[in-house]
């Protein structure tokens, strides 16, 4: 008998197709995602040498970080010059190179890590890479995921392989249920919060326990999302029912006698009882409330009920570090954090832009206006997501309450394209990162969930959204 | 990658110190979509002014120099960001080794991977080199990377050392993807497999 294995064990021991004597393995790797701005230069490479992409059918590409996301984007013309270069070169490298590809125009574009799984290209116990750190986010299928750099996309393109030396093995445990108002952000928010964003570094999180078991897959997706914000290579779930039912029938998901004989692979994806873990890190869920951020950190985490705090609250580099993140963020020590003012509020990205986050900030926003002067959009993660939102009727709260309905794509996340923060600008946003001029250059960000964002777009502050669902109940 | 194997060439004596990798490629040409084309841009800031204009002082905008394939430089060349953009516009340009007595380490690893040979000497040998060179586009300096040997215009021999595993990727024209397709069997083999185990992937 073998030695009981964790689930990153069995992914990965599934996947070495040599291994050198140092330990260095080759992985074969099932689904190889692109996007515009990491790509360019890994085709070009190709050509350069004329080699060709080995697997063009487990390729798959879709503009996001760079394009417009206004209503005009229709036209079918991106005003900035080096962003429309940047997308018209991926729409040639996919023609050429014969991969997948979902096209601007294309109702299915979206976010690359949404549309990976609602196509059903991500499924259970793949090895899923991008060059784009969030490609953690399918770890939720119980696939090992993570993002690469430019010369290894050229290497996966090439080889449909990756070189690799194994991570250790982290147990993040959810006991219990959340409490109402709580959601997935908050989850990964609070084990941000616990193990710093450098936690994780040089490990696998599998997350586990009842708190995640009873998340949707869309909840799923956003705990994997931000695991590399705690420094892990990737994070995992376990793929059970609720996996299986979010793939079945989805265009590139195994359909009869495959599907069957999948599933029954997909079973055998478990941590074994005794297998071994090199860090455990234990959390009640009922112990986790709605979270933001208040930093320029994603571990910069509070509960919505704390204070600013103090650099003397903290030790050694931190203390600086506080400071700093204080003056950038225009905060003083002891404010609460309901007392912090918004201007601005994004509803998206790959962390917060499926369907159920759009649900949750409507349920908060139905009947209700944003503050006078507020500016708050909502960015669907993909064209499906929209379509489905519009069908729905979230479209309409959303428009009604006084929010821009955008068409798919990164956003305002990373401020690639026109949709930036001003200096001074403060925004509550659903998205995963807070750093300094992530937003535009001198735009502060606090994190929270799509609910959270949502209440503040009403009250125009940060708010704790549980007061109002008391309200609406 | 192009192999490296001999290169006898025109050198263009760099002496300054500390070239870093914002002189190699100023920033602004960093959002383009390609890792070649960058050679009109290498030295940017140093070989036009404003307007655009050549800089004719510059060692590259000289007749001598215009074709030169080695560079020898003043220490730590290659210091500064990781932009592989660096050693990609040096290659465009058509610069395959740089010498010098120290260079900084992502640069250095770089190279490689794009095909140019840096080779640290001694300060009394990169002297030698310097005065070589600055003898304009007669003096072709010789460099063997099989001999791992570099020869001045009057025949004047040095050895020098580079890491045998870099040494045979750069003879047989390997970067890492040339290293993994040597395993093609190894991945064919793997997908066989995989196509009766797990179809669906
Ligand atoms: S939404 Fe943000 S984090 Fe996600 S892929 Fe786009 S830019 Fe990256």
């Known amino acids: 008998m073998t030695a009981p294995r964790t689930l990153y064990d069995k992914i990965w021991d599934d996947h070495v197709v040599h291994q050198a004597e140092d330990g260095t393995c080759l992985l074969y790797i099932d689904r190889h995602l692109v996007h515009e701005v990491t790509s360019p230069q890994a085709f070009e490479g190709l050509r350069m040498t004329g080699r060709t992409v080995r697997a063009p ?35 040639k490298n996919a023609k050429d190179f014969g991969v997948n590809y979902y096209p601007v125009s294309d109702v299915r574009q979206g976010i690359v890590h949404i549309v990976g799984p609602e196509q059903g290209w991500t499924l259970p116990g793949m090895t899923v890479v991008c060059g784009d750190s969030h490609t953690a986010t399918h770890g939720a299928f119980g696939a090992l995921a993570h993002g690469i750099g430019t010369s290894e996309v050229e290497h996966v393109l090439a080889t449909q392989t990756l070189i690799q030396k194994k991570s250790k093995n982290m147990k993040v445990e959810i006991t219990g249920s959340l409490r109402p108002g709580v959601t997935a952000k908050d989850i990964t928010l609070s084990v941000i919060g616990e193990t710093g964003t450098a936690g994780g570094t040089g490990y696998v999180i599998e997350y586990c326990g009842q708190a995640i078991r009873e ?22 779930i376990a793929p059970d029912e609720k996996t299986f039912a979010y793939c079945m029938g989805r265009p590139h998901a195994p359909k009869g006698a495959a599907w069957e004989a999948a599933v029954a692979y997909w079973k055998t994806l478990f941590t074994d009882e005794g297998a071994h873990f090199d860090k455990v890190i234990t959390i009640k869920g009922e112990d986790i409330a709605p979270v933001v951020t208040w930093g ?8 919505i009920t704390g204070t600013v705090p103090s650099p003397s609250d903290f030790t050694g580099g931190k203390v600086e570090a506080a400071q700093r993140a204080l003056d950038y963020m225009g905060l003083t020590p002891g404010m609460k954090l309901t007392d912090i003012k918004i201007d601005t509020v994004f509803i998206g990205s790959c962390t917060n832009g499926r369907i159920e986050d759009l649900r949750a900030a409507a349920a908060i926003l139905k009947g209700k206006k944003i503050k006078d002067g507020m500016r708050a959009m909502v960015v669907p993660g993909s064209g499906l997501v929209r379509a489905q939102a519009e069908e729905e009727g979230l479209a309409q709260i959303f428009i009604d309450a006084g929010f821009e309905w955008r068409l798919a794509g990164c956003s305002m996340c990373l401020a690639m394209n026109p949709d930036q923060l001003s200096p001074g600008e403060r925004c509550a946003a659903t998205s995963n990162r807070n750093f300094e001029g992530r937003q535009g250059r001198g735009g502060r960000t606090h994190l929270l969930s799509p609910a959270m964002a949502a ?19 | 990658m192009d192999k490296f194997t001999k290169l006898t060439g025109i050198a263009a004596p760099m002496p300054l110190v500390n070239i870093d990798t914002d002189m190699i490629i100023p920033k602004q040409f960093l959002k383009t979509i390609q890792r070649s084309g960058l050679g009109k841009n290498l030295f940017d800031e140093m070989r036009y002014t404003q307007d655009g204009a050549e800089i004719p002082d ?77 003898k304009g586009e007669n003096a072709r300096i010789t460099v063997d990377l099989e001999a791992q040997t570099i020869t001045t215009s009057d025949g004047q021999s040095f050895p020098f050392e580079v890491d045998s595993h870099r040494k045979h990727c750069l003879l047989n024209g390997l970067d890492d993807i040339g290293l993994t397709l040597e395993k093609a069997a190894a991945i064919d083999a793997f997908e066989a497999k995989n196509k009766t185990l797990h179809p669906w992937a």
């Open chain 1, 57 to 91: 059918e487990k390729t798959i590409a879709v503009p996001d970080h760079n394009v417009p996301t206004t209503l005009d984007r229709v036209s079918g013309v991106i005003a900035n010059e080096e962003s429309r270069i940047q997308v018209e070169a991926l729409d």
């Open chain 1, 215 to 236: 998340l949707s897959m869309e909840g799923r997706m956003t705990v994997c999302n931000m695991a590399i914000e705690g420094g892990a290579r990737a994070g995992l």
């Open chain 1, 296 to 303: 320029t950190s994603p571990e910069d985490v509070l509960p």
């Open chain 1, 455 to 473: 209440a503040a777009a009403i009250t125009g502050h940060l708010t704790d959204v549980r007061e109002m669902m008391a309200e609406t109940v």
């Open chain 2, 58 to 134: 510059f060692v590259l905008n000289q007749p001598a120099y215009r074709k030169a394939e080695i560079i020898v430089a003043g220490d730590n060349f290659g210091c500064g960001s990781s932009r592989e953009h660096a050693p990609w516009a040096l290659l465009d340009f058509g610069i395959r080794c740089v010498i010098s007595t120290s260079f900084a380490d992502i640069f250095f690893n770089n190279c490689f991977k794009n095909g140019i040979l840096p080779i640290v000497m001694p300060a009394e040998v990169v002297a030698v080199l310097m005065d070589d060179a600055k």
